[in-house]
């Protein structure tokens, strides 16, 4: 135990026993409840409080849950509850472990928070029925901590993400305390890893605190855990290295464990608070440190209190408990009594009145309206949720007076806009990037930020442009993982984010993104209660089309693949195609709820081409005929250019300046997509375009060449039922390359403005006779382009440079 | 310092300096002529070894490199060798930190190995000056250590794998040491984060062994380290935590840390042999314990030896000596007359002749032949590589002898193929899993496998089921990130193996993907001097349509997207409808070399179709039509029933036999899809049918039913092109489900037999009139059957059981 612990124990009343007989005694009644509730989800859908003997008849069909680690999460929960009403602690619970639902649901029905949210499931014999019956039950709810959970914000059902859910959920929440169960299953996964390390941002002034409970219940579901089974010392020290200071609570007698669990819980919220107001009450100008914060690591059997053995095996304390410790009671009618009498060591007719509601002694023990748990406001974000104030994105335009004349960093206009939005919202906005935020050119938000979070050590060169503050809004840490979590985090509890990070790189939060895609369309579709929270803003930049120094292993634009297999109701994809389409795009992200909007859009000088009132329409519409380039004139035209993608746009382009100087009569019309969604049918997505638009933009028989940003596939996948479907010829990344130049990265994949003319050429009938001389020519100039830039480490000027003709 | 190794220490010569002057003499010099080739890639296109004086014209167009990380890591290669030399150790080396690869690169061209692959990088001066040039430069290598880098198993272009891979190289390499500098960016990522706890399940009697370097030199692109700015106590207790025995290597003083890191690199040897001798030396019988294994934490400036400073900022140990330490040379005379004094300052005249070689005291230095790190088989794997001897798969056949009547679990199945395989390749083969080997019932494997690799603490009831031992070849380990890195380490040092996952988490290993089939694509393709290694092979079961109790998160079958996004070359995916086809399948997947298999396949019951050589005959092909479930008997059929994926193809036949029964005088053809890529055109994939082909199975014109496992627009991306695509009516999984029953599942998704009937009256004209009845009927099932899974909990055993008529 740590030193501070043990100073702060010294308070410790009746002789290191600082429960009373009598709290002792209504503690551990109160979790004989939850834990009789727990068992009573996992098998019973009649017969709730066991008024009769048990039947195979009360037993559900199928057995389907788990109880190894509910008895300690709910061990854990009476704990807290009894600290909330003590100190009036503003908390919250996120359980880690995978599938320990029924301890939060248990708690959150002893509260009266779950049959205030759902009435039918009423605190009595009849609710208490229909709450055990739809668990885990066809139509009914799941064994995660699912979105219909009151108080979570953590399903859990990939695991990993407690701890930087946690952090999310402190950070700029000065008075929430933030309990994190974690699994020691979860424990090993690299996302868990690493969160550790979380406490290094965290600034115990204008952050609040969290609590790691390291629920060391010994096995997954077929293995020992590897924290289980390394030293005990080595626990220490590795927690003591990750900058934490642990308190240990190890046993399995529930009375000792009570007295024990008391006082390091105690002790806990003691030390803090103590972090906490030294640090606030330091004097003005002080820096803050980092403090080491308390942990704990509870150390108690897998499935406690289940049956100590079946049939001769170990089940208590064993893997055999991870799952339904007791798999046929319906067939064996002894394992049927096993199951009655272990729910009957619980004594449920002392925990629940005859009309099947927690006696009035034990109700007191819980606290009462937001400070119950699951009635907590910040695990309701959207309940909390404020509209960020946003400065005039207008403001922040570019001035484009002719399309095509001036180059410019899209994601630094941007980055502008960000700075002083954050400006506005200095307790409810942060910016998220791996160590990249400078790379990808939005470093000037830093001075709206105070620079970046950094709690860890100082050097003198830091002051050296290092752009550290104990007071940073930006948060970096090279870890995709951790920053996604806590963005999760931060926006599940009501503030708003922005996360920027390489094009590849994205994929390493896939499945992060699916099933935070999977919260939010649960919430939103089926959750009245939940109130709508901020969205996650995703900036992908420094795209594939740019990695020309980083090669082949830095080009993968599939992650719009993965965005496009979630539900319609909670995607959007955006590719502004220039920096005012891109302020455009980041004020409606930013104002946006309940989505997951992916911005694409490089870091890079590129070409501008609208003003901001053009963009804005542009933008509002998602798609649209850019009449600049076209030269249709209110007829058929010969070809429609499309194109989504900054860079795929600007081939475009010029592919559409070569055709009208060497094919005047052709005529081209040229089309721009902004929000990808537009190409699916209306009937597949609310951003999708009806037939009649869709035709009218992209002719009925007409050939299409479209140049895309990502994999060619994407945009066969959202058009296939269209009329003209089969004259679309899509071009887009098809794993060539390596380290090339810009250009020739663009050639290599044929999206170069060279094989774009080339593609139009084929695909207009007359121009096959006119044009050859120009294909000739064009084909020259892809050889030249390579040629030079492998002899020059370089793009040709005279060969990539181009504007739009004025 | 580790005890051991204080004591090791006693045995030091020269009064704790290890090195004799002259000794100290060549190391240092050899290491400058590495930091002098890392300089010379990253800036110069000519005069090589600055024998003219350096102007602008000498540099390259564009800078794009990283020094950061080059010295230290040179650093280390220089003693790694003296002991290599020394001690004739086996060891490779993999370079963890990003674009370190100028270090790996230079010490390829001193030890001689890159001339031998790349002739004309010769040693000499024509050859240094394209070996230069070609860094880094378009047409030319990239800046990690890519697979065109002699030496390399470990590209590193994504963050976070070089510990997880470098232990897949030690497992079954008893003699090797896996020597894996880890960068302090990297170890700040998830997947980095938990490899550290891989020494859990090393044993030090059969396997080899690995030494981490944690390169602590502070600064990421434009950040400290979180691990470089935690107090040096923290830094020690973690890394004992994780189980290691940390020896510090610090300073900056090139004569100081040269002989200090001698002594510690000599002891970590030494202590690393201790350790195997005893545990090797052991009394037979003797179970040998976890050891803790050295390691060591390199704290060296930022760019080492780089000039101090720049324009009056700190250059050296910044974080502006991450990428390129002098941006302007070019522009600015003053920069470059500070790069041409900081080149000098590594005296290349010392070290090269005149010819432009290594002078012969400094070559003498380096190991020879295979010893020579980058010359070491182990890292051209292919090389080792012996194909797996295989137990005849047809032994294990399910005795079919007419289709649809028994029902089985095809991974149980699967799992007797593959304990008899490993059984056969005891030394060469290891299954992994993330704690679900026994869940997705595989558990058999145990038998032939000593059961699972546990090196740490074993308790009394272990012995009960636990199936663990010291010996055990089956790895399981609650992170996918560090079972696919070993997996990966495996192959790519010549071995064999197999993985199995729940569906929906594979999408956590994504990126890993991505990255392993580029590495993949490239040595394929491009590098005849690379051996081929073996396939991974990935079995992708707990399906989507069987995750009932676990819900909504576990439901996502979106890998195969990302997959088919990656390169024809090294890309297959099977479906095998049953236990037969599973059997076969996986027989070829395990033969085979240089892919990534997937293979998807239930682990629940399931009603088997072929008998063995029907099944061996159907995988051949990849698809075909199913006779028995046909009545189209050579003429064209009504409508085509198509499926892939064991569940589809169970509903997909149900279907047919409701229409069969109901609609007697329909023509239907059923065809099954194993090898998805038949799916694709010729022209795109090696595997694609012909259009002939195609046609000749899907027809021209008729409506085709495509009951599909995953996403149904992926079959669309596949088929867009094909003739009769536009009649092609998908099914798969749309984002629906919760807690339900399978049937049910399939029927929120359409996949069921009910809908699937109704698709083909919706679609053959004739039926609509005559069929309306049964589609009432059909419609009636729905209702029925979701209603009886909402009261009871299961399926009506009455609407979903049946077997295909005899």
Redesign the interface.
């Given at each position: 135990m740590s030193n501070v612990s043990k100073e702060l124990g010294k308070d410790k009343s009746q002789g290191g026993k600082p429960l009373s007989a009598e709290e002792l005694r209504k503690v551990d009644a109160y979790w004989r409840a939850c834990n009789y509730l727990c068992v009573g989800m996992l098998y019973l859908?009649a017969n709730p409080l066991l008024r009769e003997p048990l039947k195979p008849e009360h037993i559900?069909?199928?057995l389907?849950?788990h109880w190894g680690s509910d008895p300690g999460q709910s061990f854990i929960w009476v704990h807290l509850n009894r600290l909330i009403k003590k100190y009036d602690l503003d908390l919250i619970y996120l359980s880690g472990p995978g599938h320990g639902a029924p301890a939060t649901l248990s708690n959150s029905y002893l509260e009266g928070v779950y049959s205030e949210v759902y009435p039918d499931k009423s605190e009595d014999v009849v609710g208490m029925q229909k709450f055990f019956k739809q668990f885990?039950?066809?139509?009914?709810?799941?064994?995660?901590c699912?979105p219909e959970t009151p108080g979570s914000i953590h399903?859990g059902?990939?695991?990993?993400y407690s701890l930087s859910h946690g952090f999310g959920a402190a950070f700029d929440n000065p008075d929430l305390i933030v309990t994190v169960v974690v699994g020691d299953?979860?424990a090993?996964?690299?996302?868990?890893?690493?969160?550790w390390?979380s406490n290094?941002f965290l600034n115990p002034v204008r952050d609040g605190a969290v609590l790691p409970i390291l629920h060391l219940n010994g096995y997954?579901?077929?293995?020992?855990?590897?924290l289980a089974?390394?030293?005990p010392?080595?626990?220490?020290?590795?927690?003591?290295?990750?900058?934490w200071e642990p308190h240990v609570v190890e046993g399995d007698d529930p009375a000792t464990m009570h007295q024990l669990m008391a006082g390091v819980m105690e002790d806990c919220v003691k030390e803090i608070r103590a972090i906490q107001k030294k640090a606030r009450s330091a004097p003005k100008g002080t820096e803050p440190e980092r403090p080491r914060w308390p942990m704990i690591i509870l150390r108690s059997p897998k499935g406690w209190t289940c049956p100590k053995e079946i049939d001769g095996?170990?089940l208590e304390?064993?893997?055999r408990a991870h799952q339904m410790p007791i798999l046929d009671p319906v067939t064996n009618p002894k394992h049927l009594k096993l199951l009655e009498k272990w729910m009957k060591s619980y004594k449920p007719e002392e925990l629940f009145d005859d009309s099947g509601k927690l006696i009035a002694e034990l109700k007191e023990m819980a606290p009462v309206g937001q400070r119950r748990i699951t009635a907590n406001p910040h695990a309701n974000g959207g309940l909390l949720r404020k509209p960020m104030e946003l400065p005039d994105f207008r403001d922040y335009a570019v001035k484009v007076e002719k399309p095509g004349q001036i180059e410019i960093s899209p994601t630094d206009v941007l980055a502008h806009f960000l700075r002083d939005a954050m400006k506005k919202n200095m307790t409810s906005f942060r910016v998220f990037g791996p160590?990249?935020?400078?790379?990808n050119k939005l470093q000037v938000i830093y001075e709206g930020s105070h620079g970046?979070t950094?709690m860890?050590?100082?050097?003198p060169?830091?002051a050296?442009?290092?752009d550290?503050s104990r007071e940073g809004r930006v948060m970096?840490?090279?870890?995709e993982?951790?920053l996604e979590g806590w963005f999760e985090g931060y926006v599940l509890t009501g503030r708003h984010g922005f996360f920027s990070t390489y094009e590849?790189?994205v994929?390493?939060i896939?499945?992060m993104f699916?099933?935070h895609a999977?919260w939010l369309?649960?919430s939103k579709l089926e959750l009245r209660w939940r109130a709508p929270i901020s969205s996650i803003n995703l900036l992908i930049t420094s795209l594939v089309w740019r990695q020309?120094?980083?090669?082949?292993?830095?080009q993968?634009p599939?992650f719009l693949?993965?965005v496009?297999?979630?539900?319609p109701e909670v995607t959007r994809i955006y590719l502004p195609p220039d920096a005012n389409c891109l302020l455009s795009v980041g004020d409606h992200c930013l104002r946006s709820s309940n989505y997951v909007n992916v911005i694409v859009a490089d870091k890079a000088l590129h070409l501008q081409y609208l003003n901001m009132e053009d963009a804005v329409t542009h933008c509002t519409k998602g798609i649209g005929i850019w009449d600049f380039a076209s030269n249709d004139a209110g007829e058929e035209p010969d070809v429609v250019i499309a194109c989504a993608g900054d860079i795929p746009t600007e081939e475009a382009l010029a592919a559409v300046a070569i055709l009208r100087e060497r094919c005047a009569d052709l005529k081209i019309r040229f089309v721009n997509v902004v929000d990808l969604f537009r190409l699916m049918p209306e009937t597949e997505h609310p951003h999708g375009l009806s037939e009649r638009e869709f035709d009218s933009l992209f002719t009925k028989d007409k050939p299409v060449i479209f140049n895309f940003h990502a994999?060619a596939?994407l945009v066969?996948?959202l058009t296939?039922k269209r009329t003209n479907?089969e004259n679309f010829h899509v071009r887009g990344y098809k794993?060539k390359g390596?380290?090339?130049?810009p250009l020739?990265l663009a050639i290599l994949n044929q999206i170069d403005r060279f094989d774009l003319a080339i593609d139009v050429i084929d695909r207009v009938p007359r121009l096959q006779m006119t044009a050859a001389h120009t294909k000739e020519w064009l084909k020259g100039q892809i050889i030249e382009a390579v040629n030079y830039?492998?002899e020059?480490?370089?793009d040709s000027q005279e060969i990539r440079e181009w504007k739009w003709p004025l």
């Amino acid at each position: 135990m740590s030193n501070v612990s043990k100073e702060l124990g010294k308070d410790k009343s009746q002789g290191g026993k600082p429960l009373s007989a009598e709290e002792l005694r209504k503690v551990d009644a109160y979790w004989r409840a939850c834990n009789y509730l727990c068992v009573g989800m996992l098998y019973l859908r009649a017969n709730p409080l066991l008024r009769e003997p048990l039947k195979p008849e009360h037993i559900k069909n199928r057995l389907l849950g788990h109880w190894g680690s509910d008895p300690g999460q709910s061990f854990i929960w009476v704990h807290l509850n009894r600290l909330i009403k003590k100190y009036d602690l503003d908390l919250i619970y996120l359980s880690g472990p995978g599938h320990g639902a029924p301890a939060t649901l248990s708690n959150s029905y002893l509260e009266g928070v779950y049959s205030e949210v759902y009435p039918d499931k009423s605190e009595d014999v009849v609710g208490m029925q229909k709450f055990f019956k739809q668990f885990s039950f066809p139509g009914g709810i799941g064994s995660h901590c699912t979105p219909e959970t009151p108080g979570s914000i953590h399903e859990g059902g990939e695991l990993g993400y407690s701890l930087s859910h946690g952090f999310g959920a402190a950070f700029d929440n000065p008075d929430l305390i933030v309990t994190v169960v974690v699994g020691d299953g979860e424990a090993e996964t690299g996302p868990l890893a690493t969160s550790w390390h979380s406490n290094k941002f965290l600034n115990p002034v204008r952050d609040g605190a969290v609590l790691p409970i390291l629920h060391l219940n010994g096995y997954k579901i077929a293995n020992p855990t590897v924290l289980a089974r390394i030293t005990p010392e080595e626990l220490e020290w590795m927690f003591k290295g990750y900058g934490w200071e642990p308190h240990v609570v190890e046993g399995d007698d529930p009375a000792t464990m009570h007295q024990l669990m008391a006082g390091v819980m105690e002790d806990c919220v003691k030390e803090i608070r103590a972090i906490q107001k030294k640090a606030r009450s330091a004097p003005k100008g002080t820096e803050p440190e980092r403090p080491r914060w308390p942990m704990i690591i509870l150390r108690s059997p897998k499935g406690w209190t289940c049956p100590k053995e079946i049939d001769g095996h170990k089940l208590e304390g064993s893997w055999r408990a991870h799952q339904m410790p007791i798999l046929d009671p319906v067939t064996n009618p002894k394992h049927l009594k096993l199951l009655e009498k272990w729910m009957k060591s619980y004594k449920p007719e002392e925990l629940f009145d005859d009309s099947g509601k927690l006696i009035a002694e034990l109700k007191e023990m819980a606290p009462v309206g937001q400070r119950r748990i699951t009635a907590n406001p910040h695990a309701n974000g959207g309940l909390l949720r404020k509209p960020m104030e946003l400065p005039d994105f207008r403001d922040y335009a570019v001035k484009v007076e002719k399309p095509g004349q001036i180059e410019i960093s899209p994601t630094d206009v941007l980055a502008h806009f960000l700075r002083d939005a954050m400006k506005k919202n200095m307790t409810s906005f942060r910016v998220f990037g791996p160590d990249e935020t400078a790379s990808n050119k939005l470093q000037v938000i830093y001075e709206g930020s105070h620079g970046k979070t950094w709690m860890a050590k100082m050097l003198p060169e830091d002051a050296d442009g290092g752009d550290l503050s104990r007071e940073g809004r930006v948060m970096e840490i090279l870890s995709e993982h951790t920053l996604e979590g806590w963005f999760e985090g931060y926006v599940l509890t009501g503030r708003h984010g922005f996360f920027s990070t390489y094009e590849s790189f994205v994929h390493i939060i896939d499945s992060m993104f699916n099933q935070h895609a999977k919260w939010l369309e649960k919430s939103k579709l089926e959750l009245r209660w939940r109130a709508p929270i901020s969205s996650i803003n995703l900036l992908i930049t420094s795209l594939v089309w740019r990695q020309d120094h980083n090669g082949f292993t830095h080009q993968d634009p599939g992650f719009l693949d993965v965005v496009t297999n979630k539900s319609p109701e909670v995607t959007r994809i955006y590719l502004p195609p220039d920096a005012n389409c891109l302020l455009s795009v980041g004020d409606h992200c930013l104002r946006s709820s309940n989505y997951v909007n992916v911005i694409v859009a490089d870091k890079a000088l590129h070409l501008q081409y609208l003003n901001m009132e053009d963009a804005v329409t542009h933008c509002t519409k998602g798609i649209g005929i850019w009449d600049f380039a076209s030269n249709d004139a209110g007829e058929e035209p010969d070809v429609v250019i499309a194109c989504a993608g900054d860079i795929p746009t600007e081939e475009a382009l010029a592919a559409v300046a070569i055709l009208r100087e060497r094919c005047a009569d052709l005529k081209i019309r040229f089309v721009n997509v902004v929000d990808l969604f537009r190409l699916m049918p209306e009937t597949e997505h609310p951003h999708g375009l009806s037939e009649r638009e869709f035709d009218s933009l992209f002719t009925k028989d007409k050939p299409v060449i479209f140049n895309f940003h990502a994999y060619a596939s994407l945009v066969h996948k959202l058009t296939y039922k269209r009329t003209n479907h089969e004259n679309f010829h899509v071009r887009g990344y098809k794993e060539k390359g390596n380290i090339n130049t810009p250009l020739e990265l663009a050639i290599l994949n044929q999206i170069d403005r060279f094989d774009l003319a080339i593609d139009v050429i084929d695909r207009v009938p007359r121009l096959q006779m006119t044009a050859a001389h120009t294909k000739e020519w064009l084909k020259g100039q892809i050889i030249e382009a390579v040629n030079y830039a492998h002899e020059n480490g370089i793009d040709s000027q005279e060969i990539r440079e181009w504007k739009w003709p004025l």
